[in-house]
């Protein structure tokens, strides 16, 4: 069984920050990494970064480089993201997926099981 549940989103202003949750269980915890995409409308899925959970390794996209903290809990099976200096092309939804490589795909179609979702709304 897999499950990745996100949470966290809300709408805040620009230079705001806010904290998203990705809860995993089941198969999800066996690769060893997981990771972070964002999604805009008309938009394909990209990646935002990934962390491993033994040794909390990480890797962030240029575009967040800088100003998101990918961070995780083993003892909750949840990783976070710490998202600081927000703008306006930030506005996604977030979802979280599992990976069994390092370092972890950044094409959406190497996935085949996400999480819900969780909207992030950033004004301007």
């Known amino acids: 069984q897999v499950q990745l549940v996100e949470s966290g989103g809300g709408l805040v202003q620009a230079g705001g920050s806010l904290s998203l949750s990705c809860e995993a269980s089941?198969?999800?915890?066996?690769?060893?990494?997981m990771v972070w995409f964002r999604q805009a409308p008309g938009k394909e899925r990209a990646f935002v970064g990934g962390?491993?959970?033994?040794?909390?390794?990480?890797i962030t996209a240029d575009s967040v480089r800088g100003r998101f903290i990918i961070s995780r809990d083993n003892a909750k099976n949840t990783m976070y993201l710490q998202m600081n200096n927000l703008k306006p092309e930030d506005t996604a939804i977030y979802y979280c997926?599992?990976?069994?490589?390092?370092?972890?795909?950044?094409?959406?179609?190497?996935?085949?099981?996400w999480g819900q979702g969780t909207q992030v709304t950033v004004s301007s």
């Open positions: 089941g198969r999800a915890l066996r690769g060893g990494v």
């Open positions: 962390i491993t959970w033994a040794l909390g390794r990480t």
């Open positions: 997926a599992a990976s069994a490589k390092w370092p972890p795909p950044t094409n959406p179609r190497d996935y085949s099981a």
